[in-house]
């Protein structure tokens, strides 16, 4: 079991920046992908970052490159968001997703979620 606890949501105006972070404890080096996704009202969950924990790849939607960096921290258990330049667009739920082996892929291949920490852009 892996549990992911997040933190570092807020509001903000757009054009400004957050730094999510996800803290993971149990047995976390089972877990090959680490995630970030979203989720804004009335819209399916979407993966807005993911890191390969073995070989150190990143991949982002295409709506957040240039924008967002997902990097891991010293010790291994934590993941960070930083977040930059955000737009309106971006506000939703966040949350850090571990335990899958197909780091690009959707929701359905996470099998551990943190409780979310929600983000809030104003225009």
């Known amino acids: 079991q892996v549990q992911l606890v997040e933190s570092g949501g807020g509001s903000v105006q757009a054009g400004g920046s957050l730094r999510l972070s996800c803290s993971a404890s149990?047995?976390?080096?089972?877990?090959?992908?680490m995630g970030w996704f979203r989720q804004a009202p009335g819209k399916e969950r979407e993966r807005v970052a993911a890191?390969?924990?073995?070989?150190?790849?990143?991949s982002y939607a295409d709506s957040v490159k240039g924008r967002f960096t997902i990097s891991q921290g010293v010790a291994k258990n934590t993941v960070y968001l930083q977040m930059a330049s955000l737009k309106a667009e971006d506000t939703g739920m966040y949350y850090c997703?571990?335990?899958?082996?197909?780091?690009?892929?959707?929701?359905?291949?996470?099998?551990?979620w943190g409780q979310g920490t929600q983000v809030t852009v104003s225009s």
């Open positions: 149990g047995y976390i080096y089972s877990t090959r992908c």
């Open positions: 890191m390969d924990n073995r070989s150190g790849s990143t």
């Open positions: 997703a571990a335990g899958a082996s197909w780091c690009a892929g959707p929701s359905s291949v996470y099998n551990y």
